[in-house]
């Protein structure tokens, strides 16, 4: 007996190959929310990895609105630029269908600079 895991699934008009799902994973290694070469090599591997959908982790839609220095943004060009790339790389290398968590932190956003790859919260 086949798993319904593994079984194909449409979602609306969305066409997925199995019923894995490939949850946002906050990162916080965005440089002032660009994506980069740790985005490019992540995603890129969860592309590949067999998964039907792959959800980018928390992407910001204002600068001040983030939950860390870290986080990616979709609110410049530059940002758009470089999601552009890191998705364009996931097409092609991998089959997972991707989705997008957009995110805005509200008033407790961004306020103070933090130290180091992975930030914690701003504000601490």
């Known amino acids: 007996m086949t798993s319904a895991l593994f079984s194909p699934i449409k ?3 969305l ?12 990162q916080y290694s965005a440089d002032d929310g660009v994506g ?13 990895s067999g998964a039907g959908l792959l959800v980018v982790e ?14 990616l943004g979709l609110y410049s060009d530059d940002c758009e630029d ?8 996931c097409r092609r290398i991998g089959t997972a269908k991707l989705a997008i968590q957009l995110a805005h932190a509200g008033a407790q ?3 103070a600079a933090s130290v180091g790859r ?3 919260t701003c504000g601490e």
């Open 36 to 48: 980069n070469n740790w985005h490019m090599t992540h995603l890129g591997m969860l592309a590949n």
């Open 11 to 13: 979602l609306a008009d």
């Open 118 to 120: 992975r930030q914690g």
């Open 82 to 89: 470089a999601l552009g790339r890191i998705v364009a790389n």
């Open 58 to 71: 928390a992407t910001h839609v204002e600068r001040h609105g983030r939950i860390t220095h870290g986080c």
């Open 15 to 26: 066409n997925l190959a199995n019923r894995i799902v490939v949850s946002p994973m906050c």
């Open 109 to 111: 956003g961004v306020r």
